[in-house]
């Protein structure tokens, strides 16, 4: 599996923005999806958009984020505006094979939105 690093987490007010940055190392599969997931205390964890041969949003985060990739780069951003409390969650990056049944995951990187 590849290694995944986020950045970019932190604190916001509402209504602020934040980026969050994956990079991915090790041997690469084309093609491949990569995707940010979310898990707030006590859900699920949720995908909040993903990119590969198409992309994806939750509704919840539709007009408000989006999920940027480089493939020369191997990295995935996501771009975070209106924030808001509910947008409180450990956001993860996640690389996906599907044909290679490969699915790796990042260590997570907290975002709280709050006053």
């Known amino acids: 599996q590849v290694h995944l690093v986020e950045s970019g987490g932190g604190s916001v007010q509402p209504g602020g923005s934040l980026r969050l940055s994956c990079a991915a190392s090790?041997?690469?599969?084309?093609?491949?999806?990569m995707a940010w997931y979310r898990q707030a205390p006590g859900k699920q964890r949720e995908l909040v958009a993903e990119t590969g041969g198409s992309t994806r949003y939750a509704d919840s985060v539709k007009g408000r984020f989006t999920i940027s990739r480089d493939n020369a780069k191997k990295t995935v951003d996501l771009q975070m505006n209106s924030l808001m409390p509910e947008d409180t969650a450990v956001y993860y990056c996640?690389?996906?094979?599907?044909?290679?049944?490969?699915?790796?995951w990042g260590q997570g990187t907290q975002v709280t939105v709050s006053s």
């Open positions: 996640n690389y996906r094979v599907r044909y290679r049944n490969i699915d790796s």
């Open positions: 090790g041997s690469i599969f084309s093609p491949y999806t």
